[in-house]
């Protein structure tokens, strides 16, 4: 089973609102990413957690905020969002942070209206 | 620096046509990890192929195969008798060892498969 899950697959959210994207894997995996995806662009990382702690943050805004409550859940909390973070999220496992490949979940496209 | 370069932005076939898409990599470093995923129009990215640098021999997967060529910093994949199913942006990734947890990603080539 190499499954991602994110949830929801689709949301419309306004610039007051406060939302969260979830992504649940049971690889075992130890690592698990945020990446954004602009339409036409590759994937960019915006956080990586390694064992449950955020190992990298690429300098994203604080109205992002990510949360890892367990070795199988990464959130992603949304806040006051801009029309131009609409966008394709995708969450990704993999079994460690130098070597492994990364597992992508399908994503969530995200319209900030 | 570590760059990942995919020059081929478009590329569109008839079913059946063997299609190459490139892939030319940059890194200082002398062990890193190469990557394809393949993106259909869901979004998903698909996993489908990780490369070690110290490992040369090319692969073949069905009717996938990959060329690794550290000489020229290449690692260029070819879809055999292509299919409509093939259609979707393919993006190669470099990975390198004590550096960084991030995928370099290229900028992706688009691949339309016509009936």
């Known amino acids: 089973d190499t499954e991602v899950t994110q949830t929801p697959k689709h949301l419309v959210m306004g610039m007051t609102n406060k939302k969260s994207l979830k992504c649940e894997q049971h690889?075992?995996?130890?690592?698990m990413y945020w990446y954004k995806q602009k339409a036409k662009k590759p994937p960019e990382l915006m956080f990586v957690?390694?064992?449950?702690?955020?190992?990298i943050n690429e300098s994203v805004p604080s109205r992002f905020s990510p949360e890892c409550p367990n070795s199988s859940l990464l959130n992603l909390h949304l806040h006051a969002l801009q029309p131009e973070d609409s966008a394709l999220y995708l969450c990704?496992?993999?079994?460690?942070?130098?070597?492994?490949?990364?597992?992508f979940g399908q994503g969530t496209r995200l319209t900030v209206v | 620096a570590q760059k990942v370069t995919q020059a081929q932005t478009e590329i569109s076939v008839v079913e059946k046509e063997d299609v190459t898409l490139d892939c030319v990599y940059e890194?200082?470093?002398?062990?890193?990890?190469l990557f394809w995923y393949k993106q259909p129009p869901s979004g998903e990215l698909v996993f489908l192929i990780r490369?070690?640098?110290?490992?040369?021999q090319n692969e073949i997967s069905g009717r996938y195969s990959w060329n690794f060529q550290k000489s020229t910093s290449s690692f260029n994949f070819t879809i055999t008798a292509s299919q409509v199913v093939d259609s979707a942006v393919y993006f190669c990734?470099?990975?390198?060892?004590?550096?960084?947890?991030?995928?370099?990603f290229g900028k992706g080539t688009k691949l339309t498969v016509n009936p």
């Open positions: 690889m075992g995996h130890r690592a």
């Open positions: 990734a470099l990975k390198f060892k004590g550096g960084s947890e991030k995928l370099v």
């Open positions: 490369r070690n640098s110290f490992d040369e």
């Open positions: 957690y390694s064992y449950e702690k955020l190992s």
């Open positions: 990704a496992s993999s079994q460690d942070v130098q070597v492994a490949e990364a597992f």
């Open positions: 890194t200082r470093d002398t062990t890193y990890y």
